[in-house]
Each structure stands twice: as C-alpha cells, then as structure tokens.
Nanobody
Framework: QMSLVESGGGLVQPGGSLGLSCAAA????????VAWFRQAPGKERERVSC????????NYADSVKGRFTISRDNAKNTAYLQMNSLKPEDTAVYYC???????????????WGQGTQVTVSS
C-alpha cells in the first residue's frame, strides 16, 4: 500500500512560481509513472503532466507546456512539479497519482494523493 502526500500549494500572484512535491510512503516510486492532475471548481479533472518510471519521458498538457516542469528523485521517493508564469486559470486543486505507465485515463492510476490547493490571484 502506498500513500502519496502533496505539498507546496498556496496563493501566488499571476506571473509567479510555485513548486509542488509529491512524497510517497509505504512503497517505492521506482516502478511507477507519476502524474499530476488538477481540478478546478465546476471543471473536469485535467492531467497536467506525467513522467515515466525511469524519468526519461515526460509529457505536458498544452495549457502548461513551456511553463511547468515535472521531475522525480527516486532516491527521495518524491516527484515534483515546478510551475512558472502562473496564470489565474491555473487555480485548482493539484493531485499526484501513480500508474504503471503514463496515460490520460484516471482510472489507470492506482494511488492518489489528497491534493493541494493552488490559487493564482492578485
């Protein structure tokens, strides 16, 4: 059984930056792809980014490409999402989740964190 805990959310002004962390406990992240999802009120959940188990492959939603960077440190059993040039439309609860491979289908992800709120506002 794996537990995932996100941290690093908060309030930031437009154009600012935030770094999110996803720490795993109870099992190793080594064999899992890690994805970040987000969900804003009244909107569908969106997969923001995903990184393969090896870290050699990453992908991003068009809405965040060039602004967000996903990474992982398997030695620390932690994944990260660096968010730059934040916009008000990035406001959402951000979740990390793990699966055997990167996929758009949420039901393929076997473990989820509880989420961390990111609010972009002046």
């Amino acid at each position: 059984q794996m537990s995932l805990v996100e941290s690093g959310g908060g309030l930031v002004q437009p154009g600012g930056s935030l770094g999110l962390s996803c720490a795993a406990a109870g099992s190793t992240l080594d064999w899992y792809a890690v994805a970040w999802f987000r969900q804003a009120p009244g909107k569908e959940r969106e997969r923001v980014s995903c990184i393969s188990a090896s870290g050699s492959s990453t992908n991003y939603a068009d809405s965040v490409k060039g602004r967000f960077t996903i990474s992982r440190d398997n030695a620390k059993n932690t994944a990260y999402l660096q968010m730059n040039s934040l916009k008000p439309e990035d406001t959402a609860v951000y979740y990390c989740a793990v699966a055997g491979f990167c996929t758009d289908y949420g039901n393929e992800y076997v473990y989820w964190g509880q989420g961390t709120q990111v609010t972009v506002s002046s």
